[in-house]
């Protein structure tokens, strides 16, 4: 299947690395090298004003590639922005990253569908405030996270303007499980956000491993 939505409002932008991509495995280059190790406990402390999605600021460092980057903030996306060999899953959530040097680094984990999910639950809970919102005790986000599979790490941009094209992605394959009622909970409370798939421009598309 492949995306052809693009929210309104958005105009076209020029540029050669844009995100997300329909990542083609057969494409990926392989490479032996562990792409991703979460360091720290990856926690949701605030919730971030954005009437668009679920965004949450917190705490947590992993380390990409052989270097550190400390957890800025999440945010979902429905349905996934990325496509594995032209399959797009129901919903698709970015773990934003920064390096001391100011690098930007977007871990993208698909979701679907299958048992309930606490970190994403606790998540919900949250999702009828407005605003800047400290919650009263940090969510967990554990359930959020893979720890098997290939990361597929590639250079691209932001998928929301301003679309700027300094991300580092690392897009992981292995989906993490919802359940069906949380699923429909955050559709009804969310409409879709999707950005259409980007041309891949001759860049190089690396399969990693956690």
Aim: glycine share 6%; with cysteine; hydrophobic share 40%.
């Amino acid at each position: 299947m492949t995306s052809n939505i693009q929210p309104t409002g958005w105009q076209p932008v020029a540029g050669n690395h844009q995100s997300p991509l329909d990542l083609v495995t057969t494409n990926a280059v392989s490479s032996q090298l562990s792409a991703i190790s979460w360091r720290r406990l990856y926690q949701a402390k605030s919730r971030l004003a954005d009437t668009t999605t679920l965004k949450v600021a917190g705490s947590g460092a992993a380390y990409l590639n052989d270097r550190d980057f400390a957890f800025q903030q999440l945010h979902f996306h429905i349905p996934a922005e990325h496509l594995i060999d032209g399959q797009a899953a129901p919903i698709e959530w970015h773990l934003v990253h920064q390096s001391a040097t100011g690098q930007l680094a977007v871990v993208a984990i698909f979701g679907r569908i299958g048992k309930p999910n606490a970190s994403f639950q606790a998540l919900l809970d949250q999702a009828t405030t407005t605003g800047d919102d400290d919650f009263a005790t940090p969510i967990d986000l554990t359930e959020l996270l893979p720890d098997t599979g290939t990361v597929y790490h590639y250079l691209g941009s932001l998928t929301t303007p301003p679309f700027t094209e300094t991300v580092e992605w690392y897009v992981c394959s292995d989906a993490v499980m919802l359940g069906v009622d949380q699923l429909a909970a955050y559709q009804a409370q969310f409409a879709t956000n999707q950005r259409a798939v980007q041309p891949l421009n001759e860049r190089p598309i690396i399969a990693e491993r956690f």
